[in-house]
């Protein structure tokens, strides 16, 4: 179905500025911004195009029957109902790609803040603690140089974080659905099928791949146990790919040696969960994505998707 003269287009989040954004652009369009949750059901029945991500409930569909088009603020879209927006005739894109330099960039970070032990250097200073030097070559500063960084879901991202690696003196093995889609920058590339036998090559792990039934439970007990002694993981995809229970277990008893993890099953991540307490976990509070612009590029697939949808064409990152 196409999109009314003059659609209404919602713009659905708490924190960003997607209606300064696309004031900027001068479109003619109408628009409005909805900043709770309770604000967007109230201009449910009214809106031809939805620009939303965490707000979304996917009960909004039967109520919301002049929808034509929604535009995820994130790149992933597990949290809507495919089928029934395909059955309503409701187009759905993704923001994929927009976050993909951040996300990389903030991987990189993690795995030079554990090598260079700066969790550790940011506690001393809080406590004025001047460390000296250790005798144990395990308690010191290390390079990331010759290490192996077993990356998974080398799209976008994956590949970027594989770049930023290499520049490092890392070795890169990529795992995708399809290793012959691009494996730009790696030293090998596998099929998911061939995890068995690469989880064990890995000084680190890194996780960028969707939240998929594939991936769901991917990094659990028996992965875990397969690992290098002294191995590290690092989860940007999202905090359902990996066991929760059982990476515990990994990070207190081995082989696992730390985690820096984004993204967790619950978020908030409850004060009460002991991943909190655990000296060798880094946490950042799922903002990996997260930069300056993300707005302007969120935005920018917005007016080309729409002017897409006039000519009757496929949408960037269509995934209904």
């Known amino acids: 179905m196409s999109l009314p003269d003059d659609p209404l287009i919602v713009l659905a989040h708490g924190a960003y500025r997607l209606?300064?954004?696309f004031a900027a652009r001068r479109t003619g369009l109408r628009f409005v911004a909805a900043r709770t949750r309770e604000e967007l059901e109230r201009l449910l029945p009214d809106l031809d195009v939805l620009v939303v991500s965490g707000f979304w409930?996917?009960?909004?569909?039967?109520?919301?029957?002049?929808?034509?088009?929604?535009?995820?603020?994130?790149?992933?879209t597990e949290q809507?109902?495919?089928?029934?927006?395909?059955?309503r005739g409701i187009r759905l894109a993704s923001a994929q790609g927009v976050n993909a330099e951040a996300v990389a960039q903030h991987g990189m970070a993690m795995l030079l803040a554990i090598a260079r032990r700066l969790p550790e250097a940011i506690r001393n200073q809080d406590r004025r603690?001047?460390?000296?030097?250790?005798?144990?070559?395990?308690?010191?500063?290390?390079?990331?140089?010759?290490?192996?960084?077993?990356?998974?879901g080398y799209g976008r991202i994956g590949s970027r974080l594989g770049a930023l690696a290499r520049a490092f003196g890392m070795r890169v093995i990529g795992v995708r659905r399809d290793p012959g889609a691009g494996g730009e920058h790696a030293d090998e590339m596998h099929a998911f099928s061939a995890?068995?036998?690469l989880w064990g090559k890995a000084d680190i792990v890194a996780l960028t791949c969707a939240l998929t039934p594939e991936t769901t439970g991917l990094v659990g007990e028996a992965a875990l146990r397969a690992l290098r002694p002294g191995a590290g993981l690092i989860n940007l995809a999202r905090g359902r790919v990996v066991d929760e229970a059982a990476l515990i277990d990994a990070l207190r008893s081995g082989p696992l040696a730390w985690a820096a993890l984004d993204v967790f099953a619950e978020e908030p991540l409850p004060a009460e969960h002991p991943l909190w307490a655990m000296p060798n976990v880094l946490i950042t509070p799922h903002c990996a994505g997260e930069f300056r612009g993300y707005e302007d590029g969120v935005i920018d697939l917005l007016v080309e998707n729409l002017a897409r949808l006039r000519r009757g064409e496929p949408l960037i990152n269509q995934i209904v």
Do not use: K
């Open 195 to 197: 995890l068995p036998n």
């Open 80 to 87: 809507f109902d495919c089928a029934t927006l395909a059955a």
């Open 129 to 152: 603690h001047w460390r000296g030097m250790s005798p144990d070559p395990a308690l010191r500063e290390d390079t990331l140089t010759g290490r192996t960084l077993l990356v998974i």
């Open 19 to 21: 209606d300064e954004c």
């Open 57 to 76: 409930r996917n009960a909004f569909a039967a109520r919301a029957p002049r929808l034509r088009y929604i535009q995820s603020i994130s790149a992933g």
